[in-house]
Structures are given as structure tokens and as C-alpha cells.
């Protein structure tokens, strides 16, 4: 070994070895359990990688290399989000074109994750913007066609006038474009390819009881789907014979106090029933409703505002009629775009009657026999009054007796309708999977025969969206101008593009056989390896790319593709790492620290000892440079000890390992395996530390080969470079990344003391110090005898013991 520890000599050398032996290919050797690890696959910028970003890659590369030392065989692939919004909008920011930056980006991607050290296996890598790929993402979409799971409406969607494109639901964030918080988004009347996901909202919802994703994901995703229970009922609209109002609420035991009807502003009622004093004031104020997103139109902070209709509906439960107002918090895509007013029972409601002096009739009251507050609305569950046939009934019985009658008399039913709306899919935009679809005059809308697959992306010079509501593609007559699979006669192909979502709905399953070309994949090599046992990536894209890749899997398991319904079962989050200014990191603000930067100075592994050092793994924390320099002073430590124990002749001779250090030992190997098995990275390192400290201050006789070894071992898939250049010096031969995780013994990893936490009624009272194992026989003996115990037990006889064995004792008296 060198005297002075020199990365910038160690780790290119080793990262040229690993290429050359093809070290991290993947194996599937019988005998190994398989563990596949993924992290969400990026977007090739030009911006290159952070040092941000490897706070999510070297973690999951330190997993990685674990679970294949520790006998698994690991499936650790990587690839690139080449298609849509992200990567056409850097092309144009650099007056350039995708085919050419998407390839230089990637290429630079690459570049810096292989001098970061992380052990991809780079004959698995993919591209979603490649015909070989999006091919299989054009199938898809074709089986969903197939299905009845995609279809063309029309609709009034969201645009954005920077992206010249539409919008999904979904990436519409604070009104405002996901790509472009500073720019407000509006509204555009366009036809669309959408994806049928409500078809499975109930599936989506149940089934996140079952996977182990951090619980805030999980409400996301509930919030997001909305599920409600209640009635779709009908009131008929007076003088429009023919005409109803359908509505749908969540408390049908209210119909009683409903004192008038709000339609939302682009309901289509709207303009049949409008009388012609009203017109003016209705058509002003739907134009108005139309401009504002529906964030600012649903907010909770904003001051209720409607106009009369000048038309009444009739309320078939009080055989009165009540006017009908429309009004801008109304959304017409929730429920059926019309909401009774209930004032007595509604807040939202009262505050509307308060403002326009409309009755607010009390319909429901305390259970307790006290009357509803007069202030504002009483939204409890409480029992019916004034309501006719429902007096005196509980609201759950009010409820179903609603539902129940509502269906007898044909004015409604019970139903369960969704927040979640379905998936817009088709964009306006060049850089994108094509549509496989055509259109005929004479057979309509056609889908392209999976023999003629890929419909190629055809080279667009003058590829610029054109912000009028068309694709690029649809400047291309070559490209549009086709005939019809069906009947052969002049056929339109499709111009829109699919959103880049498609395209990460099912990458994970072609990681499993990336090469295959007669279908998407190799249904042997998906049931072995699917599906990913830990995903990771960040919390933004919790009801964007989990929700759409979830629906994905579920249409295949149906399809009976695959055999399972849950593509991720254990997901987990990296913390966001902010910029030593406390800023996201961003070249406009000139706070960018790149991993070039670093490696360069201090090298990469001590690069990426800090990325799992510097704060717990899902936390955020601020990048801070001085940590490097210390994981590097760590690290020249390390090399020191081995270097000692090198030249002092020990790796193969006799040692006088003391009882103490090999207890330390294994207590370490318990300690980090551990940690690195619950992804807590910062302490498993800090444990390697703590057991540097205890080492370095031994002869290198007294180290021993175990601890020596072992040592080197257990930070090989932290600091991989180096530890490969001091496994060679303690005269092995072959990678330490192919040798096995250390295995501790149990009995000497164990403490031979330990502190039981006495509580007496969930309060702690006492400690006692106590041989590890001790039975929770002798530790009640111990504890009953306690001062503090007994004091607090104040003569009470316990009636319930509870033992953690080592840890805790709880009394309950």
C-alpha cells in the first residue's frame, strides 16, 4: 500500500476494472434470493447531475451492493426519461434539438454516476426515446384502446402558454403549470386522448392498505382519488319540461333544508334555463369563472360569489321551488356539476345564503336534544327535524332511508363518485411517443395494426410547438398523410404525442429483459424479478407517476401480462438536499454543486460517505462542504490503520486478538447490518467510526484479522473504491464485492449489561442495570422491589405486566 492515500489514483483504476470484468452484470446464479432495487429513472438535462441527486443514487447503490454480498442476486439497472415536456423544452432553452441533447445528456449522466462509483449494470440500460422502446409504449396503448381503457372526448383542458401544450389534472399545481410555478395556466377547448384510471380508483385505494409506502404518500393518494359515498338524486327544473337537475351529495338526510341549487358555471344547463333578464350577468360571470384555475375557485379563504339563473327547480321532498344560482366554486368535473344548497347543515353553503339572503331552514339537530347553533351552519351528524318522514331518525338511518325511497320513486340512488378524473394523455408537443391511432372518413377512428409498429417519430427541423392547439407533427404531410389499416383509403394519422407519464408507467418491467424484441418483455424474466422490492424516489411525483404506474400494472394483471397488481411494494423517499444557502439548488441562482466538483477535490468516496453521513436518508438538510473534507479525513484514517496493519505483516499471521475487540467486532456487524437494513445509512456509518476509534488505538497484532477484515467488509459498499484497493493489500485476490456480508454471533454481539426501563402507568420511574437476557421473571422481582416503584404504585396491585426483553418493563395497576 502507498503511504498517502491518493483517490484520483485508486478510483478511476478500479472503475476501468469493474468495466473491464463486467463486474456488477446481472446474475441470476440458483440458490440466491433475488432483490431488485430501482430508483426513479431521470430526466437527461443539461444541467447535469447534483450533488443532491446522489443523495437518492448512493444510497440506493449502497443497497445495492449489500443485498449481493449479503447472497442475494440483485437487479440494479438504470435508464433515461428521454420523452416530452423536460427534455423538448432544454433542446429549445439551447437552441438545439432532442435527437441531439437527449443522447450528450444521458452520455453525461452516465459519466458522472460511473465516477461516483455506483455499480449499475449498464447492459440493461434504456431509453424512452428510442423506437425499440417507446415501440412496447405504443403496444400498451394499444391494449388499453382494446380494453376500452383509453378513448378521444372533447373538453375544455388546462393550457399552458409556455409549454404550448395541455395539461393533465395532475401537473396542475397552485394554478399555476408544474413545469412553471410562476405561470398561470388557463383554459382551452380541445379534443383529447384520455385513460380510463377511474375505472380502477376503488382498487387504487384499497390496495395501498397492503403496500409499505411512507403514510404521507398514501394520503396523497387517498386525498388525491377522493372517494365519497352518499345519492345522486334529481330535481326537475320548473317551466322546462323534460329538464333535471342531477345532483350528488354526501348527506341526502339534508334534502329537507335545501333552499336552492347551484350549477357550476360551465354546466350545460346553463344556458337552457338562463332567463333573458339574467343572461347578461350569467354569461359575464361564466366567462369570468372560466379564466380562474380551480384551485382559486374551490379555496376556502375566498369570498363565495354567484348569480341567479333567473330559473327554479322543483324540490320534490318539500314540493317547493327554489332558484337556481350558479356559482364559480362549483366544479364540473366533481359529482355531476350541481350541488343542493343546504345551508342549515353546509358552511360552505350558509356563507353563499348569508351573502345573497337566501333561507337557511334547520334540518338537523344535536343528538344531545339541544337546538343547531344560529351563527353558522350545523354539518355534525346529529338526528332529523323538520324533515318530514325522516323526523327523529339518526343521520345514518336518514341517510339510507333517502337512498332507499329516492329509488323506489325514480328521482335517484345511492352512488359513490370520485375526485380523481381521468387521465389526459395526448400532448400538442414534437418530442413524444407517437399515437398508433389513424382516422378514416369512413371507419372512423382506427387503431394502427401491432405488426406496423413502432409509428416512428418522424425528424422535425422546425420541431417549435406551435401554441395554437395542434402538434408539430401535424406540419409533417409525410407523416400525417397515411391510409387506413382497415379499408385502406386515405387515413390522418394521430399528430398528438403521449405524456411522458406513459412512458414510466411500465419501465420497471423492461428492466427485467431490456433486449427483448418480439414483445414489451420476457414474462419469465418479469414473474422472477418483478416486482421491485424497494423503490425510491421523490415524494413529488406521489400522484403523477405512483398513481398512473400503479393503474398500468393493474391493467396488465388483469390482462393477465403479469401476476401481480402492486408494481412497488416497498417505496421510500429520499430527503431533498437544499443549497448551503438554504435555496433549491438551480444554475440561475449560481448554487449548483456538482459531483465533478467534489470528486476532484476530495474524491468520490468520501464524496459519498458524506451524501449518507450529512442527514437520516428521507430528511432534507443543506448540502455543506466541510463534511467532505471530514468523511475524507475518516477515510485516510482507515487507510492508515490497514496500511499499519499491513506493514506490520499481519494479514495472514498470528494476532493477539483480545475477547474485547472481538466482541466489538461482531457487535459492529450487527449494528451496521442493521442500520443498512432499515436504510439508516448516517448511523451505520457512524457505528464504522465509532469502531475506527476503538481500533486505531491498537498495536496492529491486537487488531486481528477479524476485526481487520471484517472492517473493510462492511464499508466496501460505502466507499467501494478504496475498499477494493485494501482488500488486494490484505492479500486477497478477488473483488471485495464479491465476497459475503460478516455474520455476527449473537451471544457475542450482545451486551453484557443492559438498562430495562421500568414504567408504572405508561409514566418511566425507574432504571435498573440487569444481565442481558434476563428473564421477565427476575426483572418484576427487580422491579417490585424498587423504591421508586413502589412509591408510585402507592399500595395498587398490578393487573397487567408488559416485558420487552432487554428494553422495557411496563406495570399497569
Not at 383554459?187 to 403496500?211: F, M, N, P, S, V
Not at 468516496?605 to 438538510?621: I, N, Y
Not at 445509512?681 to 477479524?706: C, H, I, S, V, W
Amino acid at each position: 500500500m502507498d503511504e498517502r492515500y491518493d483517490p484520483k489514483k485508486i478510483e478511476p483504476a478500479w472503475q476501468l476494472d469493474w468495466q473491464r470484468t463486467n463486474l456488477y452484470r446481472t446474475r441470476e446464479e440458483p440458490g440466491r434470493p433475488k432483490f431488485y432495487i430501482l430508483e426513479m429513472f431521470p430526466y437527461p438535462s443539461g444541467a447535469g447531475l447534483s450533488v443532491g441527486h446522489l443523495h437518492n443514487y448512493v444510497p440506493c447503490d449502497v443497497v445495492g451492493r449489500y443485498k449481493r454480498m449479503a447472497g442475494f442476486n440483485v437487479l440494479h439497472p438504470m435508464g433515461w426519461d428521454a420523452f416530452g415536456l423536460p427534455a423538448e423544452n432544454e433542446a429549445i432553452l439551447k437552441g438545439s434539438h432532442p435527437t441531439e441533447t437527449v443522447p450528450r445528456y444521458a452520455a453525461n449522466f452516465k459519466r458522472q454516476l460511473t465516477i461516483s462509483g455506483c455499480a449499475y449494470d449498464w447492459t440493461r440500460e434504456i431509453n424512452s426515446s428510442s423506437p425499440e422502446y417507446y415501440k412496447w409504449t405504443q403496444w400498451f396503448f394499444l391494449m388499453l384502446y382494446k380494453r376500452g381503457l383509453a378513448y378521444r372526448a372533447t373538453g375544455a383542458q388546462w393550457w399552458c402558454d409556455k409549454c404550448r401544450t395541455i395539461l393533465a389534472n395532475e401537473q396542475v399545481v397552485n394554478g399555476c403549470c408544474w413545469r412553471h410555478t410562476d405561470n398561470p395556466v388557463s383554459k382551452k377547448d380541445l379534443e383529447q386522448w384520455y385513460i380510463k384510471i377511474t375505472d380502477y380508483a376503488d382498487r387504487l385505494l384499497a390496495d395501498l392498505d397492503g403496500i409499505d409506502w411512507p403514510e404521507p404518500i398514501k394520503l396523497m393518494q387517498r386525498n388525491w382519488i377522493g372517494r365519497s359515498e352518499g345519492a345522486e338524486l334529481a330535481f326537475p327544473v320548473a317551466s322546462h319540461a323534460g329538464k333535471e337537475i342531477r345532483f350528488f351529495t354526501t348527506r341526502p338526510d339534508t334534502v329537507f333544508g335545501v333552499s336552492f341549487m347551484v350549477l357550476a358555471p360551465e354546466h350545460p344547463l346553463v344556458t337552457e334555463i338562463t332567463t333573458g333578464e339574467q343572461r347578461a350577468m350569467v354569461e359575464g360571470y361564466v366567462a369570468e369563472a372560466r379564466r380562474q384555475t380551480e384551485i382559486e375557485r374551490m379555496s376556502t379563504v375566498k369570498e363565495k360569489s354567484g348569480v341567479f339563473t333567473g330559473a327554479y327547480a322543483h324540490n320534490v321532498f318539500t314540493d317547493r321551488d327554489i332558484p337556481v344560482w350558479i356559482a364559480d366554486y362549483v366544479l364540473m368535473g366533481y359529482g355531476t356539476g350541481a350541488i343542493m344548497g343546504a345551508p342549515g347543515q353546509d358552511q360552505r353553503d350558509f356563507e353563499f345564503a348569508m351573502k345573497y339572503g337566501l333561507p337557511i331552514p334547520r334540518v338537523t339537530a344535536p343528538s344531545d336534544g339541544g337546538a343547531p347553533p344560529a351563527d353558522r351552519a350545523y354539518t355534525e351528524p346529529g338526528v332529523a327535524i323538520n324533515s318530514g318522514f325522516l323526523n327523529g331518525k339518526k343521520t345514518a338511518e336518514a341517510i339510507n332511508t333517502v337512498a332507499k325511497y329516492a329509488e323506489e320513486h325514480g328521482i335517484g340512488r345511492a352512488t359513490i363518485i370520485y375526485r380523481m378524473r381521468d387521465w389526459l394523455i395526448s400532448r400538442q408537443r414534437y418530442w413524444g411517443c407517437p399515437i398508433p391511432i389513424v382516422y378514416c372518413k369512413t371507419d372512423g377512428i382506427v387503431p394502427v395494426p401491432e405488426d406496423q409498429l413502432p409509428v416512428m417519430l418522424p425528424a422535425m427541423k422546425d420541431y417549435l410547438p406551435s401554441g395554437t392547439g395542434r402538434s408539430p407533427l401535424a406540419n409533417v404531410p409525410e407523416f400525417v398523410n397515411t391510409t387506413c389499416p382497415k379499408c385502406g383509403g386515405p387515413a390522418d394519422r394521430e399528430t398528438d404525442t403521449l405524456d411522458g407519464f406513459a412512458c414510466s408507467s411500465w419501465y420497471f418491467m423492461r428492466f427485467a429483459s431490456p433486449h427483448e424484441d418480439r414483445r414489451p418483455f420476457d414474462r419469465s424474466a418479469v414473474d422472477y424479478w418483478l416486482p421491485v422490492d424497494l423503490y425510491i424516489g421523490g415524494a413529488e411525483h406521489a400522484v403523477m407517476h405512483l398513481l398512473y404506474a400503479r393503474m398500468w400494472t393493474k391493467v396488465m394483471f388483469d390482462a393477465e401480462l403479469i401476476g401481480f397488481d402492486e408494481p412497488f411494494p416497498a417505496l421510500r423517499n429520499q430527503g431533498v438536499v437544499w443549497a448551503s444557502d438554504g435555496n433549491r439548488m438551480s444554475k440561475s441562482k449560481g448554487n449548483v454543486v456538482t459531483p465533478d466538483a467534489m470528486i476532484e477535490k476530495y474524491g468520490a468516496d468520501a464524496l459519498r460517505l458524506w451524501e449518507l453521513f450529512m442527514s437520516p436518508f428521507d430528511e432534507a438538510t443543506n448540502w455543506n462542504e466541510g463534511g467532505v473534507a471530514g468523511t475524507l479525513r475518516f477515510i485516510t484514517r482507515v487507510w492508515t490503520m490497514t496500511r499499519r496493519y499491513v506493514e506490520a505483516g499481519c494479514p495472514g499471521g498470528k494476532t493477539s486478538e483480545s475477547e474485547e475487540t472481538v466482541k466489538r467486532a461482531h457487535k459492529t456487524i450487527q449494528l451496521v447490518t442493521d442500520h443498512i437494513d432499515r436504510l439508516r445509512f448516517n448511523t451505520a456509518l457512524a457505528a464504522l467510526m465509532d469502531q475506527l476509534n476503538y481500533l486505531a488505538k491498537l498495536k496492529p497484532e491486537e487488531m486481528g484479522r477479524f476485526s481487520a477484515e471484517t472492517f473493510v467488509l462492511m464499508l466496501a459498499p460505502m466507499a467501494p473504491h478504496v475498499t477494493e484497493e485494501m482488500w488486494r493489500a490484505l492479500g486477497h485476490d478477488a473483488s471485495v464485492h464479491l465476497e459475503t456480508w460478516p455474520k455476527f454471533d449473537p451471544k457475542l454481539a450482545r451486551d453484557e449489561m443492559v438498562t430495562v426501563v421500568v414504567q408504572v402507568n405508561g409514566k418511566v420511574r425507574d432504571r435498573l442495570p440487569v444481565p442481558a437476557g434476563t428473564s421477565e421473571a427476575d426483572v418484576r422481582q427487580l422491579a417490585l422491589k424498587s423504591e421508586a416503584v413502589t412509591r408510585h404504585l402507592a399500595g395498587k396491585t398490578p393487573t397487567k405486566f408488559i416485558f420487552v426483553k432487554d428494553r422495557m418493563l411496563s406495570i399497569v395497576a
